[in-house]
Protein backbone atom coordinates (compact mmCIF):
# COMPACT_ATOMS: atom_id res chain seq x y z
CA UNK A 1 0.00 0.00 0.00
CA UNK A 2 1.14 3.64 -0.62
CA UNK A 3 1.80 5.86 2.79
CA UNK A 4 -1.29 7.98 2.69
CA UNK A 5 -3.32 4.67 2.48
CA UNK A 6 -1.92 3.32 5.07
CA UNK A 7 -2.41 6.63 6.85
CA UNK A 8 -5.90 6.18 5.63
CA UNK A 9 -6.45 2.38 7.21
CA UNK A 10 -5.52 2.97 10.83
CA UNK A 11 -8.89 4.85 11.79
CA UNK A 12 -11.07 2.86 9.69
CA UNK A 13 -9.28 -0.32 11.39
CA UNK A 14 -9.70 1.27 14.92
CA UNK A 15 -13.66 2.44 13.88
CA UNK A 16 -14.40 -2.00 13.91
CA UNK A 17 -15.03 -2.90 17.17
CA UNK A 18 -14.30 -6.85 15.45
CA UNK A 19 -11.19 -5.58 14.10
CA UNK A 20 -7.91 -7.23 14.71
CA UNK A 21 -5.12 -7.43 12.30
CA UNK A 22 -3.38 -5.20 9.80
CA UNK A 23 -1.33 -6.29 7.20
CA UNK A 24 1.91 -4.51 7.02
CA UNK A 25 4.40 -5.31 4.27
CA UNK A 26 7.00 -2.69 5.33
CA UNK A 27 7.38 0.81 3.84
CA UNK A 28 11.18 0.23 2.58
CA UNK A 29 12.34 0.55 -1.27
CA UNK A 30 12.81 -2.46 -2.57
CA UNK A 31 16.65 -3.14 -2.88
CA UNK A 32 16.94 -2.33 -6.83
CA UNK A 33 15.55 1.28 -5.90
CA UNK A 34 18.03 1.43 -3.17
CA UNK A 35 21.29 0.73 -5.24
CA UNK A 36 19.86 2.78 -8.55
CA UNK A 37 19.24 5.81 -6.49
CA UNK A 38 22.10 5.64 -3.94
CA UNK A 39 18.98 5.92 -0.98
CA UNK A 40 18.55 4.33 2.63
CA UNK A 41 16.07 2.31 3.65
CA UNK A 42 13.77 5.50 5.34
CA UNK A 43 12.99 7.11 1.87
CA UNK A 44 9.67 7.04 2.00
CA UNK A 45 9.73 8.42 5.90
CA UNK A 46 11.69 11.07 4.21
CA UNK A 47 9.43 11.88 1.21
CA UNK A 48 6.02 11.25 3.50
CA UNK A 49 6.91 13.01 7.08
CA UNK A 50 4.43 11.40 9.28
CA UNK A 51 3.63 8.30 8.27
CA UNK A 52 2.50 5.43 10.20
CA UNK A 53 5.69 3.54 11.48
CA UNK A 54 6.08 -0.54 12.57
CA UNK A 55 7.65 -0.84 15.84
CA UNK A 56 9.76 -3.34 17.02
CA UNK A 57 6.77 -4.29 19.23
CA UNK A 58 4.50 -5.37 16.83
CA UNK A 59 2.13 -2.53 16.51
CA UNK A 60 1.37 -0.02 13.97
CA UNK A 61 1.61 3.81 15.18
CA UNK A 62 -0.04 6.93 13.29
CA UNK A 63 0.94 10.32 13.62
CA UNK A 64 -0.68 12.64 16.15
CA UNK A 65 -0.88 15.38 13.67
CA UNK A 66 -4.69 16.23 12.03
CA UNK A 67 -5.92 14.55 9.37
CA UNK A 68 -4.43 11.61 8.33
CA UNK A 69 -0.90 13.40 9.63
CA UNK A 70 0.90 12.75 6.99
CA UNK A 71 2.70 15.70 4.63
CA UNK A 72 4.41 15.07 1.37
CA UNK A 73 7.73 16.47 0.74
CA UNK A 74 7.69 17.58 -3.20
CA UNK A 75 11.38 18.95 -3.20
CA UNK A 76 12.65 15.48 -2.24
CA UNK A 77 10.14 13.58 -3.71
CA UNK A 78 10.89 15.57 -7.80
CA UNK A 79 14.63 13.53 -7.33
CA UNK A 80 12.94 10.43 -8.39
CA UNK A 81 10.58 10.85 -11.49
CA UNK A 82 7.96 8.52 -12.14
CA UNK A 83 8.43 7.10 -15.27
CA UNK A 84 4.99 6.22 -16.28
CA UNK A 85 4.85 5.01 -19.58
CA UNK A 86 2.94 1.91 -21.08
CA UNK A 87 4.99 -0.80 -21.44
CA UNK A 88 4.03 -4.10 -23.91
CA UNK A 89 3.16 -6.11 -21.04
CA UNK A 90 0.35 -3.92 -19.42
CA UNK A 91 -1.11 -3.38 -22.80
CA UNK A 92 -4.19 -5.68 -21.90
CA UNK A 93 -7.20 -4.02 -23.36
CA UNK A 94 -7.41 -3.61 -26.92
CA UNK A 95 -8.64 0.54 -28.17
CA UNK A 96 -12.44 -1.13 -28.59
CA UNK A 97 -12.00 -2.49 -24.65
CA UNK A 98 -11.98 -6.10 -25.21
CA UNK A 99 -9.34 -8.00 -23.53
CA UNK A 100 -6.01 -9.73 -25.29
CA UNK A 101 -3.31 -11.61 -24.14
CA UNK A 102 -0.06 -8.80 -24.22
CA UNK A 103 2.32 -11.64 -25.40
CA UNK A 104 0.39 -12.28 -28.42
CA UNK A 105 0.05 -8.65 -28.96
CA UNK A 106 3.61 -8.30 -29.45
CA UNK A 107 3.72 -11.13 -31.67
CA UNK A 108 1.52 -9.87 -33.73
CA UNK A 109 3.19 -6.51 -33.63
CA UNK A 110 6.22 -8.43 -34.73
CA UNK A 111 4.76 -9.95 -37.26
CA UNK A 112 2.90 -6.95 -38.77
CA UNK A 113 6.22 -5.05 -38.83
Not at 72 to 78: G, H, P, Q, S
Request: glycine fraction near 8%; charge should be neutral; hydrophobic fraction near 40%.
Amino acid sequence: MIPMAHAANIPLNLAFPNFSIQEWRGIEPSKAVQTKFGVGKDLLYEIFPGMPHYGNDEFIYASDKPGLGVSFDEALAAKFPCNDSVTVWMKTRRLEGSLQNPLIYKRIQLFFS
